[in-house]
C-alpha cells in the first residue's frame, strides 16, 4: 500500500516565477507543478496536494498563520501517513518550532521545505528538497513513521525543526542546528540517526489553537542606552521578553541596567535569556560573574534553545492560560525536544 502524503504549498521561492512587469519573484499556481516536477508522478507515494492561500512571501508568517496550518495537520491527521509542507526559508524555522509546540504527541512526520532557488530555474534546488522529503515522510519500518516529528529538510540534511535556524542567504545549505545532531543524512542512501529522533508514545494527538504574540526580542550590544531598553519595557501588553545575551548568557552590570530588568521582572514580566552565539553552546547562568546578577534579579535561563525556538515556545505557553512561574518552570523544561537541559 502506498503511503498518504499531504503537500501543503504554503509559497515561498520554491514555487516562485518572475513577475514580467516588475521582474520581482511571486508565487505561481501550485497547479502548475507537475510541468516543473512530472518525476512526483513516479515517486512511491500517493500525495495529495493542498495550496494554503494566500501564498505567501514567508516574512509574512505569523501566529494565526501557524495555528492554521496546524489545523490543517489535525484535520487530516488520520487520513495520511506523512505531511510535507513547502515553505519560504526565510520564516521556516519559526514555523516549525510553533507546530512542534501546537501539536502535542505528533507521532507521523512533519517534514518543511523549500529552495534556495526556485523551481523553474535549471539548477533548482527544490527538486531534490521536495523528492527527499516525500521519500522520508512515506518512510515506515515496522508499521512506524521513521521519523515522527516536526522537521526541516534542506540540502540532503534532515533537522529536528525546533533546533533550527537559517544562516545562509546564497548557498544552498540554508540551515544549520549547531546544538542537535542531524536526524539524517542523505546521500546514496538516507541514514537516519535513530538515537536522535523522537520515539513517540502512541497517544492521541492535541491540537494547541492559541498563541500570545505580546513579546519582544532584545538584542543586547555594547552602548545600548537604558533610554531604549526602558521603552522596551514599557511596551503596552507586553508579557516577555527574549533577552539575547552575549556568549554564555552574560550582560552588563550597571546598575540602570539590572534596575530596570529587575523593575519589568518584579512587575510580572518574564525575561528569557538566550545566547548570541549561533555556532553552538548556550546561557549558562552564573558562570560568569556577569550573568551571576541575572540569576538573582529572576532572569530566567533559555538554555541552548535558539532564539526561534524560544519564540514559538514563549507564544506558546502564554497562549495556554497559564501563570507566570508555570510559564517559567516550563520555558526550563524540554517540551518538544527543543532545549537540552
Ligand atoms: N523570501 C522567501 C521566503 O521565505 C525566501 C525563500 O523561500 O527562500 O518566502
Known amino acids: 500500500m502506498k503511503k498518504k502524503i499531504l503537500l501543503l504549498y504554503t509559497g515561498g521561492t520554491i514555487g516562485m516565477i518572475k513577475n514580467q512587469k516588475s521582474g520581482a519573484l511571486e508565487p505561481f499556481p501550485f497547479r502548475d507543478i507537475y510541468a516543473h516536477l512530472p518525476m512526483l508522478k513516479l515517486l512511491d507515494a500517493e500525495i495529495i496536494f493542498k495550496e494554503l492561500l494566500p501564498l505567501i512571501d514567508s516574512s509574512d508568517t505569523n501566529p494565526d498563520f501557524w ?92 533537522y529536528r525543526g525546533n533546533r533550527t535556524y537559517k544562516d545562509n542567504a546564497e548557498q544552498f545549505h540554508a540551515f544549520t542546528s549547531s546544538n542537535y545532531p542531524k536526524l539524517a543524512e542523505i546521500g546514496i542512501y538516507v541514514k537516519y540517526n535513530d538515537n536522535y529522533i523522537n520515539k513517540p508514545e502512541q497517544q492521541p494527538l492535541i491540537l494547541h489553537t492559541e498563541m500570545d504574540d505580546n513579546i519582544a526580542i532584545m538584542k543586547l550590544y555594547p552602548g545600548m542606552t537604558s533610554n531604549l531598553v526602558s521603552s522596551i519595557f514599557s511596551t503596552p501588553g507586553l508579557r516577555a521578553v527574549i533577552m539575547e545575551s552575549f556568549g554564555a548568557g552574560n550582560a552588563p552590570t550597571n546598575e540602570s541596567f539590572l534596575a530596570l530588568l529587575k523593575n519589568y521582572i518584579d512587575q510580572g514580566g518574564i525575561v528569557v535569556n538566550v545566547t548570541q552565539c549561533k555556532g553552538g553552546g548556550g546561557v549558562e547562568l552564573g558562570k560568569y560573574e556577569n550573568s551571576f546578577h541575572l540569576a538573582n534579579i529572576g532572569v530566567t535561563s533559555g538554555a541552548d534553545m535558539t532564539t526561534e525556538a524560544c519564540v514559538a515556545k514563549l507564544m506558546y505557553l502564554l497562549g495556554q492560560g497559564l501563570n507566570n512561574e508555570e510559564v517559567k518552570k516550563w520555558l526550563q523544561i524540554p517540551l518538544r525536544g527543543e532545549m537540552t537541559v
Not at 521556516?92 to 504527541?105: H, I, K, P, V
Not at 512533519?110 to 530555474?121: D, E, M, N, R, Y
Open 67 to 158: 495555528i492554521r496550518l496546524a489545523k490543517e495537520i489535525h484535520q487530516h491527521y488520520h487520513e495520511m501517513n506523512g505531511f510535507v509542507i513547502l515553505h519560504g526559508t526565510d520564516t521556516m524555522a519559526y514555523t516549525a518550532a510553533a507546530l512542534s509546540f501546537l501539536l502535542e504527541n505528533l507521532s507521523k512526520p512533519v517534514i518543511l521545505t523549500g529552495s534556495q532557488l526556485p523551481l523553474g530555474v535549471m539548477r533548482t534546488d527544490g527538486r531534490e528538497n521536495i523528492l527527499n522529503s516525500i521519500e522520508i515522510a512515506a518512510d515506515y519500518h515496522n508499521d512506524k513513521p521513521r521519523v515522527p516529528e516536526v522537521c526541516i529538510y534542506f540540502e540532503n540534511a534532515l
